[in-house]
């Protein structure tokens, strides 16, 4: 069985523990600095199993010596975004604290994989491959799985059509900066530029662009988790 150590036991890196244990996909390692957390979530993980049929194995705790022998280490740690506080701004508060990590992620799982979740990401992507001195083959940034599973939501929200019909890819950055490409979306088959007028296409870019921040401020005392965990989910999947 392959292992995954997810470091950061908040939102994120708590809910991917379960998606993963429960698809059965990897052994699962959480490490948390908070004493209690990541066992307590580890326990309560492991409870739900016996239901789900998993036989993977979870475990927690701050020792990040739990991390040897992981195929994959996920990397959520940080500081959430606050409302109104931009990507950037958050820049400052999490390179110390992504700093920190990898060195760690390099002592104790040398020939691991690294998915960096820690915004602003593309920042914390080059910070953790910096500091480990990884190939850069084997560090990236989770963003295009979860900003092309919005663009599709979004695409799906203005044409009527179930997400699951809607085919479309976003590219760069995970910030305003992403390029939701149009001219290679589809819906059923059909392309987006000519099912839909320039407007809807607009809007669904433009929330696509605004998804994280939007949610941010709805929640008012965190950001997103679901669907990034998901997203992580499947970048792994892919992987292993």
Do not use: W
């Not at 929330?207 to 005392?221: C, D, F, P, S, Y």
Request: a neutral charge.
């Amino acid at each position: 069985m392959a292992k995954v150590a997810i470091i950061g036991s908040g939102n994120v890196g708590a809910t991917l523990g379960f998606v993963l244990a429960a698809r059965n996909v990897a052994d699962i390692a959480l490490i948390d600095i908070v004493e209690g957390v990541p066992e307590g979530k580890a326990l309560d993980i492991s409870q739900s199993l016996a239901i789900l049929g998993s036989t993977v194995s979870v475990t927690g705790g701050n020792d990040y010596a739990l991390a040897k022998g992981a195929e994959i280490v996920v990397i959520t740690a940080g500081s959430p975004r606050k409302p109104g506080m931009t990507r950037d701004e958050l820049a400052a508060i999490n390179h110390r604290i992504v700093t920190n990590v990898a060195k760690q992620v390099a002592r104790h799982a040398p020939e691991s994989i690294l998915v960096i979740v820690t915004n602003p990401l593309d920042a914390m992507t080059t910070t953790a491959q910096s500091v480990t001195g990884f190939p850069k083959e084997r560090v990236m940034g989770m963003a295009g799985t979860l900003d092309t599973s919005r663009f599709r939501h979004f695409i799906s929200k203005v044409s009527g059509h179930p997400a699951r019909d809607v085919q479309c890819m976003v590219l760069g950055c995970h910030g305003d900066d992403m390029v939701p490409l149009t001219s290679a979306a589809t819906v059923s088959s059909i392309p987006l530029e000519t099912m839909l007028p320039a407007e809807d296409i607009a809007t669904a870019v433009q929330r696509t662009r605004k998804g994280g921040a939007e949610i941010v401020n709805l929640l008012k005392t965190g950001s997103a988790f679901y669907a990034p965990a998901v997203s992580i989910m499947q970048l792994i999947e892919a992987i292993l």
